[in-house]
Structures are given as C-alpha cells and as structure tokens.
C-alpha cells in the first residue's frame, strides 16, 4: 500500500521563525515540546511535528482495551519485580503516567468475574491465586514493585452541587484513590533502603481547567516506561464503571456496579501488602448508573441479557509517539497554577476547592516555585520495520489563571487537525461519536459533501443521550440539519449520508424485554479515505474543541485504516467480512458507502447491531417504544452555558458572507483561522473568553 503523504493530512506548523508572532511553534501551545520542534537546531533545521517509524494497534470495545492496558501493566510489574530481585533500586524500575475523566477504583479488569460468583478462592489457579487486578489493585502493586506512578484525574468538586447524584460518587471515588496512595507511598517511601529521590506514587485531583464550573479534564491516556517497556494507549476508554463492553456487557454496569454499603472490599491477592487500605475511610457514594436504564438495561449481574452495553475505542501505541505522549503528560502536570492544597480530611473538595488549582496527594509534589518538574521524558526509539506515523492532537482550553507556559495561549490541534482531515477526504469519512453536535463542523461537511460529488459519509452515534437527554437530543438533530442540507434523497434516504445507532436486537420489542436494549456509542473515532484513523478522547463537540483538556491521535497508515474497518465491519455485520474496496480508487468511497447501507438492512435471525437514526421524525422512537425527547425547553442558554461550553468567546462561531455576501453558518476550518491566524501582534482576541 502506498503511503498517504503526512503533509496533506497532518498539521504543519505555521512557522518555523520563534520570533514571528505566530512562529512559536503555533498551532501547538507555546513551551512544549512539539511546538520547539518548530525552532531550527545547532544540529538541523526543524523537525517535523509528527512521529514516524511507530506501531499502532486499534481496539474495538473497552474490554479488549481495557485487557490490553491490565497486560502492559501486568509486565511492568513483573519486569520490576525481576530487576529489583537483582538488586535494582526500587523508584528507578519504570514509569507510568495516567489521566483520566473517571477511574473507579474497584473497576475489575480481570478475564472472570470475581464479584458475582463465589468466594476468591474459586479463582485459585493450582497453588498460585489470581492477582489483584483492580484498577486500584493494579495502581499498588506497580508502586509496591517500585515502579513510580502519577496519577491526573479531574476532580469534579464545582459541579456536585447541581448534580449531586451523579458526581458525590466520582468526587469521592478519586479522593479515595488519592488518599490511598498517599498513604501508600508514605508506608513505601518510609521502607526503602536506601530511600528514593523521588515519590513512588502521587495523584493530582486537577481543577485547572477552563473559566466555566462546567468545564472538565477529559484526556483518557496511559504511558507505561520500563527497561524494555514503551508503549502507550489513548483512546476513549476510562479505567471506569461500564465501559468494559464485554460480549453481553460489563457485569460493573447499572446494578452491578459495587454498593459500599455491603462493604468496601475486593477480591484481593495473596501476595499485595494491603495494610494501608485498612487505613484509609472506604468511600460511602454508589456510583449510579451511566446510563437510563429503559434504553440500554438494568446492568442487573444476575441477568447477562440485561448489562449494559457500551462501544468504545481505543489505540496501542509503539515508537517515538509514546516520547511525545510522556511529554504531553509533563507539560500536563507542570501547567501553572495559583494554589495547591491537600487536606484528606476534605472528601468532597470544597473547602480547599479552588478553580485553577490542583490538589496532590502528598506536598512534596509543589513548592513555592510551583509545581516540582518531573523527569524529561527518555526517547521513545523506532518500531524497527513499521512506516506508521502519528500525530498528536490536542485541546487546552484557555485559562485566565494561567501564569506562564506551557499552554499560556491554549491549543486547539483537535478542532484544527478534524478540520484539515474533513477538507482534504475524498471518498469516505466514516464517523463513530457520542455528541455530534457541532454546527460549524456539519456546515464543513455538508460544503465538502456539495464540491464532492463522490464524497460519503457514514456517521453511528448512541441511539439515546446519557444525561441532560433532551438539550443533547435536540443539539443532535441541529448538527445532523446542518450535515444534510440541500442534499439529494433517494426516497427516505441521503444519496451521500448515512446516520445510524446501535442496537443490540433491532426487531420490535414491548418495553422491558431483555434483548430490545441500545447500546451506547462511546467511542471518538473516524477514517478519512483509505489513510487517516483518528481516534482519541475528543467528540465532535464544541466543548471537545474549546473547553475541555482533550487528546487524540491522528494514525496515518493504509494498512491500520483497513484492519481497524474490518473489525468494525465484524463488528457491525455479525463477522462478516469487510468488502474488499480499495478506497485510494475514485468512487470506491460510493461503493463502500452502498454496501454499508445493504449490509445495514439486511434481515435475518441475527441482524447487524444498527438502526437508521430516527432524527428526522417529529417523535423519534426506538425499537423497544421508548420516544427520545429533543425539544428542550431554554435550550440555547442551556447549550452555551451547561451542555457545550467553551473556554473562549463564543462570537468565534459567528455567520461569515459567502461570495455573495449572504450570511451563511461559519465552518469549522473558519473558526480555526479565526482562532490561529487572527492576531495583532502578541494580542489574540478570538482566544479570549
């Protein structure tokens, strides 16, 4: 396969002059590494602002991702067990780095269930018991091999006033984790000979993030280093309640998430030290369910038929992009800030609440300078063999509390780079989004979809919103407007869109049957033509593009475009095989596009996971009965201000003239010339809240 050219589908960077005003390594944030690779060296002129030689594995659902991750770690451990027995100093056996929207401490990552079937000890595997594979199993276990751990979680404090139910267990679930280590690594730091220089594990509660109360830390990654470890995962999977998606759902979704009220405990190995868990106060929320129950299931684990299902994907990552995402998580962790407070007596943040701060687990992690620096991350060396290259894509949102870089002028590389990759697609986008709702980015699709008369578009949301149900409905069926305006129909059909929803048994159910249940779409991925995967944490929203603290990574390689197609065609079509169309051929984007669709509608005992998205219709429901409401009462105030804010002025998303000078909607590759080209001097307006 030939390879697609990195110039024509990644970013460049605007200049490679650091004294020009935009030359700053734009349209990465100044101070980090990917925007210095801008500056010309001693040694050579810039570099380029994506990594080559890597290896790229593609994930459909968050059980094979999550099994994955449990896997890298599980190495780590072993490979610092092995090297401290051999007199290797513990702090000094590897690292690992990990953000998250949400990470449930007792979220299972094992291949049985130990939580509904008995005793522990059922699990025993001859004389060697099964090890603790919890995420916070798996968090002590790495530091007790002396393998050092940070841990950046968004800690919702702000927000748990409105939302008490939802976020009192997400809240108090990562205080735990915090707590926990902290009193971890003192016990470990205590008993090291000789003792370490640095902390083995530490936890950041992070609230540095845009002005709005709303706004969130979203980036889902894990960077793992060891002696001969270096791989890295992004994606949209969170070390979470529900988004295991195994083949009948996650037996820790709805019913079946842990109740602290029949005890704080897990299935623990023999060979952890857990004294410290002893001491620390268990959390008292339950986590509620995800997802309504009437749409995707009870989650009830007695009853398979009847966990929740949840479609995620994710990537595994080889070769210098692991360096690149290590320093994305530095220059995360180092962002300035105007305060840093711990206090474990203070589950719920609200005293030591402040926006823009970040807590730690242990005060040895700042000092009056600010935040101490972690190590400059080790290159990552090449994939001996693979010709893959990728390219990270960021969102950092503008925050007025920020003091210096990195970030002082945020950075937008996602909103840019999905608006480079829709521009230059010619046969077929295939997208799978939670929230698609960005007007600006239908209008840049439905432009395309008008100059290209050969261009194909396939996008596959959640048949139902999670929360806030009827503003996210109604934002949907906005965006969908705006993607198929003026375009041609072929009876109820779009002769170039195709917009579906997965479900796990389409045929006509009364409510409350077992198998008539959605399955809700997670996952931020999409293909451009036969070359681009992109996949990450960012949805096609505004507050992914502007608001929340995003990541994701734009994988340029024929050959990973067409494995990650053909899992998702097994997927979809019940292992069927992915129709063999090159989509580098003009009008094989057409041809993929009709077989899709056949494929789609296609009856049978056991039909494909999809529906036809039911947008259009004045009272859409779906296949179990239940009407999805998307008339929303204040939906505008609502929508600006709770549902998809932003960081920065909202007048960026302001009508443009065409060439008649007719008002008409701004498109997102407007908007990012808005943002990245329009300045005077130092002053950026448009990046101004």
């Known amino acids: 396969m030939a390879q697609p050219d990195p110039a024509v589908w990644f970013l460049p960077f605007t200049s490679s002059d650091p004294t020009a005003s935009d030359g700053d390594g734009r349209p990465w944030a100044d101070g980090t590494e990917m925007a210095a690779r801008a500056r010309p060296t001693a040694t050579g002129g810039p ?20 099994s994955a991750i449990r896997d890298s770690l599980e190495h780590a451990i072993t490979e610092a067990k092995a090297a401290r027995a051999a007199g290797a100093v513990p702090g000094k056996l590897g690292r690992v780095y990990l953000t998250g929207w949400r990470f449930n401490c007792l979220r299972d990552l094992s291949e049985t269930n130990p939580w509904g079937a008995g005793p522990w000890t059922a699990y025993l595997s001859g004389n060697q018991a099964m090890a603790d594979q919890t995420a916070i ?7 007790q091999a002396g393998v050092i751990v940070r841990i950046l979680l968004w800690y919702p404090a702000a927000i748990s006033g409105p939302f008490p139910a939802k976020f009192d267990a997400h809240i108090e679930d990562h205080h735990y984790a915090a707590e926990l280590v902290a009193a971890e690594n003192a016990r470990l730091m205590g008993e090291a000979k000789p003792p370490n220089t640095e902390d083995l594990g530490v936890v950041a509660l992070d609230m540095r993030t845009a002005a709005t109360v709303f706004a969130t830390h979203h980036q889902k990654t894990v960077v793992i280093r060891g002696a001969s470890t270096s791989v ?19 037996w820790q979704s709805g019913a079946g998430i842990p109740d602290p009220a029949v005890g704080w405990s897990w ?4 060979t952890t030290n857990y004294s410290t868990v002893a001491a ?13 129950v009437n749409v995707y299931g ?22 210098p992009i692991v360096g690149t995402l290590e320093w994305q998580f530095k220059e995360r962790w180092e962002d300035t800030t105007r305060g840093r407070l711990f206090d474990v007596r203070d589950p719920y943040g609200k005293t030591n609440w402040a926006l823009g701060q970040v807590i730690f687990s242990t005060a040895a992690a700042f000092d009056a300078t600010g935040v101490k620096a972690l190590p400059l991350p080790a290159a990552a060396s090449d994939v001996k063999g693979s010709a893959t290259r990728v390219q990270m894509w960021r969102t950092i949102p503008w925050r007025t509390t920020r003091s210096g870089p990195p970030f002082q002028r945020a950075e937008f590389t996602v909103m840019a780079g999905i608006a480079n990759a829709v521009k230059r697609a010619r046969e077929l986008i295939w997208i799978f989004d939670q929230y698609f709702w960005s007007r600006p980015l239908a209008s840049l699709l439905n432009a395309q979809l008008h100059a290209n008369p050969s261009l194909r578009v396939i996008v596959i949301l959640p048949p139902h919103a999670d929360t806030q149900v ?9 965006a969908l407007g705006g993607l198929t305006k003026k375009l041609s129909k072929t009876g109820a059909d779009y002769d170039q869109v195709a917009v579906y929803n997965l479900w796990l048994d389409r045929r006509k159910a009364a409510v409350g049957t077992s198998r008539s249940r959605g399955i809700y779409v997670h996952a931020k991925a999409h293909t451009y033509d036969d070359g681009l995967l992109v996949c990450g944490s960012a949805n096609l929203n505004r507050r992914s593009f502007t608001c929340d603290s995003e990541i994701a990574c734009a994988v340029l390689d024929p050959a990973v475009v067409l494995d990650h197609q053909t899992q998702l065609w097994a997927y979809l079509f019940n292992e069927a095989t992915r129709p063999s169309i090159d989509l580098s051929v003009g009008g094989s984007g ?11 509608n296609m009856e049978s005992a056991k039909p494909p996971i999809l529906i036809r998205d039911p947008w259009e219709d004045p009272n859409p429901t779906l296949p179990n009965n239940v009407v999805r409401d998307q008339s929303p009462r204040f939906f505008g105030s609502q929508y600006d201000y709770v549902l998809d804010p932003s960081s920065i002025t909202t007048n960026v998303e302001k009508d443009t003239r065409d060439a008649t000078g007719a008002l008409r909607d701004a498109r997102l590759d407007e908007i990012v010339s808005r943002i990245e080209r329009v300045h005077v001097g130092d002053n950026w307006p448009w990046r101004r809240p």
Request: hydrophobic fraction near 35%; glycine fraction near 8%; charge should be neutral.
């Open 47 to 66: 570099r380029n602002p994506w990594d080559e030689n890597c290896k790229v594995k593609t994930f459909v659902g968050g059980l094979a991702a999550m």
């Open 137 to 143: 199993g798996l968090v002590l276990r790495l530091m």
């Open 232 to 250: 890295a995962y992004v994606g949209g999977v969170d070390l979470a309640y529900t988004r295991r998606d195994a083949q009948l759902g996650d």
């Open 267 to 270: 299935p623990k190995d023999n």
């Open 280 to 292: 620390v106060p268990p959390v008292s929320h339950r986590q509620e369910s995800d997802l309504p």
């Open 298 to 319: 009870d989650g009830d684990p007695t009853s398979p038929l009847n966990r929740q299902i949840w479609h995620d994907q994710h990537l595994r990552l080889e070769g």
């Open 470 to 478: 009827a503003a996210a409905h109604r934002a949907r069926a906005l």
């Open 590 to 600: 057409k041809q993929l596009f009709d077989r899709f669709r056949e494929a789609a």
